[in-house]
């Protein structure tokens, strides 16, 4: 089994900053992308960025310059940061990764249970 686990989320004042991790656990062989969506109250959920081996981050139009997606391999682990906050970035923020487990021949999706994210204006 695989399990994405996030943190981090919480409240913060328009301007601020936070910083999301998503930790994968369980028998993973291989990691392919580690991406972040959000969904906020009545919407769709939304790509917000991504982590992609050996390709550059690639984020959404409405975060990039203010929030940086990183990986650390060693750990498994996914990082948003998240600078310049607006309350429009209210939402529910999800981790998701393509994940190869040793007992299987591909790649799965995973998501986490999402955490929080709440900004005030």
């Known amino acids: 089994q695989v399990q994405l686990v996030e943190s981090g989320g919480g409240l913060v004042q328009a301007g601020g900053s936070l910083r999301l991790s998503c930790a994968a656990s369980g028998s993973i062989f291989s990691i392919n992308t580690m991406n972040w969506y959000r969904q906020a109250p009545g919407k769709q959920r939304e790509f917000v960025a991504a982590a992609t081996s050996g390709l550059s981050p690639n984020y959404a139009g409405s975060v990039k310059g203010r929030f940086t997606i990183s990986r650390d391999n060693a750990k498994n682990t996914v990082y948003l940061q998240m600078s310049s906050l607006k309350p429009e970035d209210t939402a529910v923020y999800y981790c998701?990764?393509?994940?190869?487990?040793?007992?299987?021949?591909?790649?799965?999706?995973?998501w986490g249970q999402g955490t929080q994210v709440t900004v005030s204006s």
């Open positions: 998701y990764a393509s994940i190869r487990r040793f007992d299987s021949a591909r790649s799965d999706d995973y």
